[in-house]
């Protein structure tokens, strides 16, 4: 590797192959197009550097590129912990990278990663939905979807209808920054399609839990009449048949305490009074 091939003139299906996997090949993001993630770049292009050595041992950090050595200004030569990729090759690829940079947003619009992957032939779906709870879905062209991790899963399964939900959807794939690309677990969605869906749901009711509508409330009753004035009661014993204590005074000792107090009460009769002597004060006695 200290010499490496002269790099051949890159076609836009050459360069789709730069995102396969492959194991004769050491994965990087170039600086410059970091928006389509990591790629593939073959070992025959690359000049042995520490950074190498570092990535066979299976270094937990992901090889960089060195882009002092691009510039023609490194200094450690083979001790660079950084990857040297042939100069001629490096701005090849990053010339026709610069197309996919802005244009990775799906199948249909471009994107050099699902141009050469056959991954939807493999699973031959019959349409890709999207999938919200409470509503219907959206039908999803394959064409309209780019090549990630995610439907790998579908291949061995063989289903008929692949699906996903909005909570899948890649948030940095529609700001044009996710760096892993065809490794994505994610689904990486047209953005138009992205944003027709999130208009959609911002004018659709909200969704239920259940999918049933949610039950209209029943409207409030009509407010009662106001009451009609009455007149005050009065609290009173005579009136009321509740007797207070005491209130026959003697002539419940007399006559006992039997009375049904449920009735208006009767008056007690009349007792005559008894006439108190007069007496004299002088004398001390009674005056006739």
């Not at 190498?52 to 030569?77: E, K, V």
């Not at 064409?143 to 909005?166: D, G, M, S």
């Not at 209209?216 to 014993?237: M, N």
Request: aromatic letters at 8%.
């Amino acid at each position: 590797m200290e010499t490496p091939t002269p790099a051949p003139p890159l076609h836009p299906l050459a360069v789709a192959k730069l995102f396969v996997p492959d194991a004769n090949a050491l994965p990087l993001i170039l600086p410059e197009t970091k928006a389509v993630g990591r790629v593939w770049i073959p070992f025959q292009y690359i000049i042995r550097t520490g950074g190498i050595d570092r990535y066979l041992n299976n270094h937990p950090h992901a090889p960089s590129l060195c882009m002092l050595f691009q510039n023609d200004r490194c200094n450690s030569g083979e001790k660079c912990n950084q990857i040297h990729v042939d100069r001629a090759y490096c701005a090849a690829i990053t010339d026709a990278l610069h197309f996919a940079a802005v244009s990775n947003c799906c199948l249909f619009h471009g994107d050099l990663a699902s141009t050469g992957n056959n991954l939807f032939e493999l699973s031959l779906p019959e349409s890709i939905e999207l999938r919200r709870e409470g509503g219907p879905p959206f039908l999803i062209p394959p064409e309209r979807i780019a090549v990630t991790l995610f439907w790998y899963r579908f291949i061995k399964q063989r289903r008929r209808v692949l699906f996903f939900t909005p909570d899948r959807v890649c948030n940095l794939h529609q700001q044009n920054g996710c760096k892993y690309g065809v490794e994505c677990k994610n689904v990486h969605l047209c953005r138009e399609i992205w944003a027709q869906a999130c208009r959609t749901w911002a004018t659709a009711p909200a969704p239920t839990t259940s999918g049933i509508p949610a039950p209209v409330p029943a409207p409030l009753p009509a407010p009662l009449p106001a009451p009609l004035p009455t007149a005050p009661v009065l609290h009173s014993a005579a009136l009321s048949g509740v007797m207070e204590p005491g209130y026959l005074g003697d002539f419940e000792m007399e006559f006992g305490g039997g009375e049904d107090f449920t009735q208006p009460p009767r008056s007690p009769p009349l007792r005559p009074r008894k006439a108190l002597p007069i007496v004299d004060p002088m004398s001390g006695l009674a005056i006739a």
